[in-house]
């Protein structure tokens, strides 16, 4: 079952994957901007015992679909480029590789 959890603030919700145990599975959160109608896809991951399933493509899709009902125009997601499956979740639902963050140390 995947749930959605009420805002926290500055528009920000969580949603879970939940199992009939109600253990929490999978988890993202959401991040809303009105001023610029984007939102952001924040963390998306899954517990170890539950991957491979399609919790976190469940919980992606309806992050986008609350996205797209509260009007955002612009969804984002930010990943490292070596997160490979993470990398082919965000492109099966929709995502493309727009620009890349190049860090110094």
Avoid: C, Q, W
């Avoid at 015992?49 to 797209?68: C, F, K, P, T, W």
């Amino acid at each position: 079952m995947v749930e959605f959890r009420k805002l926290r603030s500055m528009g920000e919700s969580d949603f879970v994957a939940v199992t009939e145990a109600g253990e929490i599975a999978a988890h993202a959160a959401v991040v809303l901007d009105p001023a610029t109608d984007a939102g952001e896809l924040e963390g998306v991951g899954t517990r170890h015992a539950h991957v491979r399933r399609g919790l976190a493509r469940a919980i992606a899709l309806a992050s986008l679909r609350h996205m797209r009902e509260s009007g955002v125009r612009h969804a984002v997601v930010r990943t490292e480029a070596e997160n490979g499956p993470a990398i082919r979740l965000y492109k099966s639902v929709g995502f493309r590789v727009a620009d890349r963050l190049h860090r110094y140390v």
